[in-house]
């Protein structure tokens, strides 16, 4: 009962902010939206920080993001507060000032009214936060990719209030088919970084941002990935699961695939050109591995089936299994988890099952055994590049009775790595920066350096 009303209050809390920051953008008084900020900020209750004092650190709350920020602040409590404010409250005072005329992708542009709206936008952010340091205290604001659109004119707005502003950049496990386009999307499209530092999970992305010009060499820290840090705790300390569990992280058909704007090609399709003009996708296999998942449940009852969604993708991949299975029930020995973060599920599996995603990498480095279909029709092999290439430290299959063979034989001798392989650590480096489950400490430096002022070219005003 108590849960219920706490979360009703809090939703009220976060309703009256957000109406509060709309009629302060409206009617021109910055000091209406402070306070809306102010009440939309939360403390974590997984972070070892301080709720209150002037030093603080703003995080500009996302997916994934926000574990990884949990993680740098999970051993060692902070000398400052740490705060989280939902993103959607600065795209309040961006859909007001640039009304939807811009995106991630076409921020840039040559019309002289949408770029003095933009500097009307600007002004407002910057006025807010010359109120927010007076009234409350203000050190840094972290976001989470250097591209979204209603936090360019925030990063110009910080440099002049001597509000460090940097970028924990979460986008960075990219398959070497989408090397050069990155490149290009970033120098074209993005083009420059108007804050003060950044960081990485690898050295690929440092090395991709530095050619692009989206920030000068020495302010890109490559740190890794900090919410990995859990899995590897978890290899050391997780006991063998008492259960057979299969858990699935069901395939995007567009894994890896996404294009981004570049110039003078327009927005390439979610998926991969072939030379004769038609779109490829993992569709096919993605049909083959769910037929051979449906097919073990069937033979085998006494095996738990986890089917787990990607957040924002799940009812396209809840249909593609449940037009596999031909009705529109699954097995009762099928469990499918649509929303929510997949890697608390690595604890109770046996082996898991994924393509193209961060949740195999996770597993990985939790030490629990992974299979990477490679189950590729025609189509798919000439998209081959776009596949991580996670061989060594994974079980490949390239057939139906290949997949089947390996998930029943990872059933019947279940193991959990203690010490993980060459092959299980070069992919963790080259990826996610993290075989050695210390990137929290590398992300709680880089953090702390933004709240004392000591990263990126700006000196403190």
């Known amino acids: ?75 060692k409590k902070s000398h400052y507060a740490v705060l989280f404010l939902p993103r959607s409250i600065i795209k309040q005072s961006g859909w007001f000032y640039l009304g939807g005329r811009v995106s991630d992708d076409t921020y840039h542009s040559n019309d002289s009214v949408l770029e003095s709206d933009k500097q009307k936008y600007r002004a407002h952010l910057s006025c807010v936060l010359a109120w927010f340091k007076r009234l409350f205290g203000l050190s840094a604001i972290v976001q989470f990719n250097v591209a979204y659109w209603a936090e360019r004119e925030l990063a110009a707005a910080c440099i002049s209030q001597g509000v460090r502003f940097v970028a924990a950049h979460k986008e960075c ?56 840090d859990e899995s590897h705790r978890a290899r050391l300390h997780v006991s063998l699961p008492t259960k057979k569990t299969v858990l699935y992280y069901l395939i995007d058909a567009k894994a890896g695939l996404r294009g981004f704007r570049c110039k003078d090609t327009g927005v390439y399709p979610r998926g991969a050109i072939l030379p004769d003009g038609s779109v490829a996708d993992w569709s096919d296999m993605i049909s083959k591995v769910n037929d051979t998942v449906l097919e073990i449940s069937a033979e085998r009852p006494d095996i738990q089936f986890i089917c787990k969604g990607k957040t924002g993708f799940s009812e396209e991949q809840r249909s593609a299994l ?78 139906k009775k290949e997949l089947k063979s390996m998930v029943l034989d990872a059933v019947a001798s279940p193991k ?37 002022g000591e990263l990126g070219p700006h000196q403190m005003i």
């Open 416 to 452: 959990r790595y203690k010490h993980l392989t060459h092959g299980q650590k070069a992919p963790l480096d080259r990826l996610l920066g993290n075989s050695d489950g210390k990137s929290g400490a590398r992300m709680r430096a880089f953090l702390d350096k933004a709240v004392n």
């Open 173 to 228: 496990n990219w398959s070497p088919a989408l090397l050069e386009s990155r490149e290009i999307y970033y120098r074209d499209s993005v083009r420059r970084f108007g804050g003060d530092a950044v960081s990485v999970y690898n050295l690929m992305t440092k090395r991709i941002f530095e050619r692009a010009g989206l920030i000068d060499e020495g302010n890109v820290e490559v740190v890794g990935c900090p919410r990995l």
């Open 322 to 399: 449940l037009a596999a299975s031909g009705t529109d029930k699954l097995p009762e020995n099928i469990k499918l988890i649509c929303d929510g973060v997949g890697h608390k599920l690595l604890e109770i599996a046996t082996v898991v099952i994924g393509f193209n995603t961060t949740a195999v990498l996770e597993a990985m480095a939790a030490g629990v055994p992974v299979i990477i279909p490679n189950i590729f029709s025609e189509s798919e092999r000439k998209i081959a590049g776009f596949a991580h290439d996670l061989n060594d430290g994974a079980m490949v299959p390239t057939t």
């Open 1 to 75: 009962m108590f849960g219920k009303v706490k979360t009703g209050l809090a939703r009220m809390q976060s309703v009256f902010a957000s109406t509060m920051v709309e009629q302060g953008v409206r009617r021109g008084w910055p000091v209406v939206v402070v306070i809306g900020w102010r009440m939309a900020m939360q403390p974590s209750l997984k972070t070892k920080a301080r709720k209150f004092g002037r030093k603080k650190l703003i995080i500009l709350s996302k997916s994934a993001g926000v574990e990884d920020i949990e993680a740098a602040f999970k051993e």
